[in-house]
């Protein structure tokens, strides 16, 4: 059983910063992959970033590319994401998610393993 807990959401200035954390509470094993996903009101959840728990391998969605980026701690059994000039369309709940198999880009939502509470990102104008 793994338990995420995510956090790091807030209120930023369109162009600024936020950095969101999934710290996982269980054993993690090498098979994991961990990312971020996100919900606006009214609107299907869709993928933001993922990375496996071992090696290098990142995906994002276009949507993010060049201005997010997903890393990890394994000792901390961690998982960032780094949100940089923000945009007024970024604003979501944003949920950390993880598969013990396979990709999180391409999954069946019903297939995710784990999902974190969910932390809100609000961007203004």
């Known amino acids: 059983q793994v338990e995420l807990i995510d956090a790091g959401g807030g209120l930023v200035q369109a162009g600024g910063s936020l950095r969101l954390s999934c710290v996982a509470s269980?054993?993690?094993?090498?098979?994991?992959?961990m990312g971020w996903f996100r919900q606006a009101p009214g609107k299907e959840r869709e993928f933001v970033a993922n990375?496996?728990?071992?090696?290098?391998?990142?995906y994002y969605a276009d949507s993010v590319k060049g201005r997010f980026t997903i890393s990890r701690d394994n000792a901390k059994t961690t998982v960032y994401l780094q949100m940089n000039s923000l945009k007024f369309e970024d604003t979501a709940v944003y949920y950390c998610?993880?598969?013990?198999?396979?990709?999180?880009?391409?999954?069946?939502?019903?297939?995710?393993?784990?999902w974190g509470q969910g932390t809100q990102v609000t961007v203004s104008s």
């Open positions: 990375i496996m728990w071992t090696g290098s391998n990142t």
């Open positions: 998610a993880a598969v013990r198999y396979g990709s999180l880009f391409n999954v069946n939502q019903a297939q995710v393993d784990y």
């Open positions: 269980g054993r993690m094993l090498s098979t994991y992959t």
